[in-house]
C-alpha cells in the first residue's frame, strides 16, 4: 500500500500498534535496488508490520548537489517493496514533511545537529550541513512512524554512527540494526547513483573496492601503518578518479587511526567522472 501523508500512516500505525505489532522502517531516497532489497528483506524477518520510506530528502543537498536529478522511480519502488512483504511504502511530498511554502533552512526549522566531532570528517567535510538534514529527516520518520526496529545499511556507515549517537543522546525509543553492504559480483558497492554511470564509468568505480581489498590484504600481512597502507592506493588511481577522502577510523567512534586494528573502518569517497561514489569495510574480515 502505498500512503502518501503523515495522518494516514499515523492512522495506519495507530491500528497496528494496538494490535501489539512490532514495526520496522527502512529509510530510503528510492530507485530500490537489491542493497535496499536486503535491509527490507531483514525488516520483513525481524518485524510484525514493515514501512519502506521513499523520499528525496532536500534538506540533506548541498545547492550544487543531485537533488533535482536523483533518480526517482516510485512505480518500481512500491513493486519491489511490496514483493519482499512490505506492509505500506510511506512516500511523502517535501510539502508534506516540511509545511508548504516554508524556507527550507535551519533559521526557519528546527533542525537536529549532530556533533561536530562526527561531522566534521569523511563526507560532513565536503557536504556541509548534510547529517544535520539526514538526523533531522530520519528523526522525523522515526516520531511518525513509531517504528520499533530502524534497517540501515553499512554501505553509509558515517550515516550509521551518528544515527546511532543522535538515537543514544537523544533517548529515541528505536533499535537501529546495520546490514552489510551488498555488491555487484564485481565489487562495486550498489548504489542509486551507479545509474549515472556509463560502462566506462563502471569499470574505473571499481578502484574503491579494489583500494578496499588491497588495504586488507596488506593489513591481514601485516602492514598497520595508515600512512603506508594509505599509499598503496594510489596505483588503483588514474585521471578518471578524484579522491576525495581515504580515512582510517575506529568503527564506533569515527576517531582517526595512525596504526590499524581490527576495530578500524576504512572508508573512501571517490569522484568517477564527476559521479560521487563511497564505499567502506572493516579493515579485519
Ligand atoms: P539511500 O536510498 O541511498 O538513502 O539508502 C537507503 C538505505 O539503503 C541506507 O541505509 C543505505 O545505507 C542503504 N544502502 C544503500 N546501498 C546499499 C548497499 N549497496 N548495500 C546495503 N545497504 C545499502
Avoid at 4 to 28: C, H, L
Avoid at 61 to 73: A, I, L, M, N, V
Avoid at 96 to 104: A, D, H, N, V, W
Avoid at 122 to 129: A, D, F, V
Amino acid at each position: 500500500m502505498l500512503i502518501t501523508t503523515i495522518s494516514k500512516i499515523k492512522e495506519t500505525v495507530s491500528g497496528w500498534k494496538m494490535q501489539g505489532a512490532k514495526i520496522g522502517i527502512v529509510p530510503t531516497m528510492g530507485a530500490l535496488h537489491a542493497g535496499h532489497a536486503s535491509l527490507i528483506k531483514k525488516a520483513v524477518e525481524i518485524c510484525d508490520k514493515v514501512i519502506v520510506s521513499v523520499f528525496v530528502n532536500p534538506i540533506q543537498f548541498g545547492p550544487s548537489e543531485d537533488y533535482d536529478k536523483y533518480p526517482r522511480t516510485l512505480d518500481d519502488d512500491v513493486r519491489l517493496a511490496e514483493g519482499l512483504g512490505a506492509d505500506v511504502v510511506f512516500a511523502p511530498s517535501p510539502e508534506e514533511m516540511y509545511g508548504k511554502g516554508q524556507r527550507l533552512s535551519n533559521d526557519n526549522l528546527t533542525y537536529v545537529a549532530p556533533p561536530f566531532f562526527y561531522v566534521d570528517k569523511l563526507c560532513g567535510k565536503t557536504r556541509t550541513g548534510h547529517f544535520d538534514g539526514v538526523c533531522t529527516v530520519v528523526l522525523k520518520l522515526f516520531n511518525i512512524t513509531r517504528a520499533d526496529y530502524g534497517f540501515f545499511g553499512q554501505k553509509d556507515a558515517q550515516q550509521f554512527i551518528i544515527l546511532k549517537k543522535m538515537v543514544n543522546d537523544l533517548n529515541v525509543p528505536i533499535e537501529l540494526i546495520s546490514c552489510p553492504i551488498i555488491r555487484e559480483e564485481s565489487g562495486l558497492a550498489l548504489s542509486s547513483r551507479n545509474k549515472y554511470l556509463d560502462e566506462q564509468g563502471k569499470k574505473s568505480a571499481l578502484a574503491l573496492s579494489q583500494i578496499l581489498n588491497n588495504i586488507k590484504n596488506c593489513y591481514a600481512k601485516g602492514v598497520t601503518d595508515v600512512a603506508a597502507l594509505k599509499e598503496t592506493a594510489f596505483r588503483f588511481l588514474n585521471e578518471s578518479h578524484e579522491l576525495e577522502y581515504l580515512e582510517f577510523v575506529d568503527k564506533n567512534t569515527l576517531e582517526y587511526k595512525t596504526k590499524a586494528d581490527n576495530d578500524t573502518l576504512v572508508l573512501i569517497a571517490c569522484k568517477v567522472k564527476s559521479v560521487r561514489l563511497i564505499d567502506n569495510t572493516l579493515i579485519a574480515c
